[in-house]
């Protein structure tokens, strides 16, 4: 059976598609969880990682949840909206 | 102190006539409380203009959290900067909505110190609502609120704070503890509460009996009402008295049950319950004289929502029964409801709500895929039913 991938390396890959995309795409929880799983493999990866790798994403304050008529996950940024 | 005061003609009617005004509450808080005050002269210029003077905020939050802060700003900062944040805080409200006076007071406090000092109780999901607060006075209040006892609830395309009648604590038609159950899935879903995972929102409501107090066949997601499996009981002394003091049991209670399946010669009441609705109608019409079965448990339905983005679902009964008793954790319905997630996540769009999710795919696909065999209960009609496809009547013609 194969090694199970580590939170982290889980965690530093969804950093990384999330940043990689800013502006261009808003991810939700489900699509960072489907594509990890294609990334790491079903054999190495699954849902209670990726749901593991998110809390410690948001934990830390890498991340944050985003409300924009959906709930996403993204990187900490100002937003039009905010006043000072 | 209110600095300025505002002039608020077009507000000011909404505080004639009989009923309770917002508008008194907002004046009364604005004695106090800047923020309420300015809230005063936004209002009335949106009044005068016909145009609503906020910005939703998507960011704002608290660590760890995704949902139960509602972010939103004043497109006028400038001419009201005591409001130019006003932001939502859900708080989970206890299961049936008790409290202690002290509870409230509390709760009160901490919003004076860090928010407008305007509450609404209850939201439409149930939660205890404050409304207005600033960015930074969101993690200071949220700790104030944890120290109390208290938690955000559900926002977002998240579980949402469950919600439930008052069931066994006051009432006696429950057929289950709603209040234990729903301080249940509110532990068992924290996760899924406070960290948005779905395609959109999904909310649990329980209810004792079919009388449904908290509407639940039409307000949530996933619906869990309570009902009975056995005979109604029947007090035929009872049944004479309210006779006697002029009900008129034919053309109240026979007439309207929609089983039509009681009878009344004048001394006795007959039901056939094996064609009774368990609509409620002739319980609540004569309470001392019938009552809810013995064998008790609840029906989970699937699917209900208001009208958003679609229009309004009522829910499809999934369960017909299932008895109701604790420990909760070995029901059988945990692996019924994760698997409905798994699918929805799996397949939902975005903003669908699990209702329209079902909609799209059929309901005979939908609980193919949850594992659940198809049940007479699940239709409302015999022969009136687009859901159940028969294949093995199909096979056997085309053999
Ligand atoms: S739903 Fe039924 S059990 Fe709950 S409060 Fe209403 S009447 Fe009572
Ligand atoms: S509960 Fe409703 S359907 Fe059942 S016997 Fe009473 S009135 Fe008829």
Not at chain 1, 51 to 79: C, M, Q
Not at chain 2, 132 to 154: C, I, V
Not at chain 2, 243 to 270: H, M, Q, R, S, T
């Amino acid at each position: 059976m194969a090694e199970k991938v580590s939170v982290s390396e889980v965690a530093d890959a969804m950093y990384k598609m999330i940043k990689d995309t800013m502006g261009i795409k808003k991810w939700k929880a489900t699509d960072l969880q489907k594509a990890s799983i294609e990334l790491f493999g079903a054999d190495r990866c699954d849902k209670q990682i990726c749901k593991d790798a998110i809390k410690e994403l948001i934990n830390s304050g890498r991340a944050v949840y985003t409300y924009f008529g959906g709930s996403y996950i993204e990187i900490p940024h100002d937003e039009g909206a905010k006043n000072i | 102190m209110a600095d300025q005061k505002y002039e608020t003609p077009l507000l000011d009617q909404l505080e004639s006539g009989e009923w309770p005004s917002f508008v008194k509450e907002i004046k009364m808080a604005a004695e106090t409380n800047q923020m309420a005050n300015s809230l005063l002269g936004l209002l009335e210029q949106s009044y005068e203009e016909r145009k609503g003077h906020w910005k939703h905020g998507g960011i704002v939050g608290v660590m760890g959290y995704g949902g139960g802060v509602i972010g939103r700003y004043t497109d006028l900062p400038e001419k009201y900067p005591d409001i130019s944040h006003f932001h939502t805080m859900r708080v989970n409200q206890p299961a049936g909505w008790f409290y202690t006076a002290e509870a409230l007071k509390q709760i009160c406090d901490v919003w004076d110190r860090y928010g407008s000092g305007l509450t609404n109780m209850h939201g439409s999901t149930g939660d205890i609502i404050l409304l207005g607060t600033r960015t930074e006075n969101l993690e200071p209040a949220f700790n104030e609120l944890t120290k109390l006892g208290f938690d955000l609830g559900g926002s977002g395309s998240a579980v949402r704070t469950p919600s439930c009648c008052c069931g066994m604590a006051r009432c006696e038609w429950a057929c289950y503890d709603t209040m234990a159950l729903t301080y249940y899935i509110t532990m068992r879903y924290q996760d899924e509460l406070h960290r948005p995972a779905f395609p959109y929102k999904m909310k649990f409501k329980m209810s004792g009996c079919p009388n449904d107090c908290v509407a639940s066949i039409a307000r949530a997601d996933i619906s869990i009402i309570g009902t009975w499996r056995d005979e109604i009981q029947i007090n035929q002394e009872e049944v004479r008295n309210y006779a006697n003091n002029g009900v008129d049991i034919y053309k109240e209670i026979v007439l309207n049950c929609p089983g039509k399946c009681i009878e009344w010669n004048g001394n006795e009441l007959k039901i056939d319950d094996s064609s009774c609705r368990h609509c409620m109608h002739c319980i609540n019409v004569m309470p001392k004289a019938l009552a809810p079965g013995k064998d008790r448990g609840a029906t989970i339905l699937v699917g209900s929502k208001a009208p958003i983005i679609e229009g309004a679902l009522l829910s499809s009964v999934l369960v017909p029964f299932i008895k109701i008793e604790e420990p909760f954790d070995d029901l059988e319905i945990w692996e019924l409801i994760d698997n409905m997630f798994d699918l929805w996540c799996e397949e939902g769009k975005n903003r669908e709500r699990i209702g329209e999710f079902i909609q799209r795919v059929g309901l005979g696909n939908f609980i193919e895929a949850v594992g659940l065999p198809p049940m007479p209960e699940m239709i409302a009609h015999p022969r009136e039913n687009p859901y159940i496809f028969y294949e093995s009547f199909f096979e056997e013609e085309e053999e």
